[in-house]
C-alpha cells in the first residue's frame, strides 16, 4: 500500500483540511489542560499535518509503514524549513529512542490494522513510549460509514495530469472494506501509466475500541464526533478518541 499511490497522494487528497484538523486538535488538547512540546503523528503519510503542528511550534516526529510516503514527507518538510524527525515504523511495532509528550493518529489510520490482537499490540506500544499522564489523540472511521456511506460504491475524478477510480466493497461478516484503487499518471511524454493497490480497513466498534486501550492501561478523556468537541451522533462517519496513560 501507498507504494506508487504516494507520489499522487497529496494531489488527489488536496481537499484534507490539515489546518482544521491541528485546529481541532489543539482545542481538544487545550480542553484537556494539556500542552505538549515533543509530539508523535502516528502513520504520519506524507507529512501534512506533522509539517502543520510543526509550524505551530510543537517538535514533531512522524512515523510511517511507507516509505515512499515517508520521500514525501522528507521533500515537503525540507521545502518548507521544518526540522522533524521522520521514522520507518510499523505502528505495531513501535521504536521510539525515548518518550513523547503526546501521539496523535488521524486520516483512519488505525482501521488499516484488520486484526484485534494487532490493534491491541498497538496501543500497548503507544503507551510504551508515552510519558505518564501523556495523551493519545486518534480518530476511526465508523461502522456507519463502511456499511451506508462507502459500501459497495465506486469514485472516480479527474485531475490535471491524473486520474483515479476507487471501488469499495464491503463484507458486513467480517467488517471488512477493500478499496481497489487503480490510477493513472501523466509522464513528461504526455503518457499515462496506470497502477493498481488494494487498500483493506476494518470496522471496529467502539466497545472494541475501549477494550482494546483500556487493557493497554489508557483512561478515556473524551469521545468526540468528526472536528468537534461535542458526542457523535449515530450517523457518524468519523468519530476522536483522546485517551490518558495511567
Sequence with gaps: MYQEFARVYDEFME??????WADHIESVWHQHGERPELVLDLACGTGGLALELSRRGYDMIGADLSIEMLEE????SAC???NIL???QDMRELELFGTVDAIVCTCDSLNYI???QDLEQVFQRVAMFLEPGGTFLFDINTPYKYEYVLADHTYADTYEDAAF???NEYDPQTRENEYQVTFFVED???RYTRYEELHIQKAYSFEEIRACFTKAGFTEEGFYGELSLKAPDATAERVHFIIRKN
Design 188 to 190: 513528461e511524454k504526455d
Design 114 to 116: 484488520t486484526d484485534l
Design 15 to 20: 481537499t484534507i483540511p490539515y489546518e482544521a
Design 80 to 82: 518548507a524549513g521544518q
Design 165 to 167: 477510480i476507487w471501488q
Design 86 to 88: 521522520w521514522i520507518h
Design 73 to 76: 514527507a522528507q521533500e515537503k
